[in-house]
């Protein structure tokens, strides 16, 4: 749930600066030092880091052969670059 309400968020975000022509500088010189913003953001990092291993997880036994345990650890590898690449981002973006 968390998840889909973040997607809509940020699809609405998108929609409203493309059609508002703002540039990635004008962006950017909205988010920085926003922390609503960044918080809203991490969260929705939290989310996916969250929901796509367990989807990675089912995708590598069922679709590629791996066992249980090679496909959780990848998985699960995947999420904890997932976040920290994500929390880095919203990090740069909002500092």
């Known amino acids: 749930m968390v998840l889909a309400l ?8 998108l929609i409203y600066a493309v059609r508002g022509g703002l540039s990635a500088a004008g962006i950017l010189g909205r988010t920085q030092g926003n922390w609503a913003f960044g918080a809203f953001y991490a969260v929705f990092v939290v989310a996916c880091a969250v929901h796509v291993p ?3 997880a089912n995708i590598a036994r069922e679709w590629w052969g791996l ?13 904890v670059l997932l976040l920290v ?11």
Request: aromatic content about 8%; glycine content about 12%; proline content about 0%.
């Open 6 to 13: 973040c997607v809509l968020v940020h699809l609405g975000v």
């Open 54 to 56: 367990v989807g990675l």
């Open 67 to 79: 066992r249980e345990d090679a496909a959780l650890w990848l998985s699960r590898a995947f999420g």
């Open 85 to 95: 690449m994500g929390l880095r981002a919203v990090w740069a973006v909002v500092a």
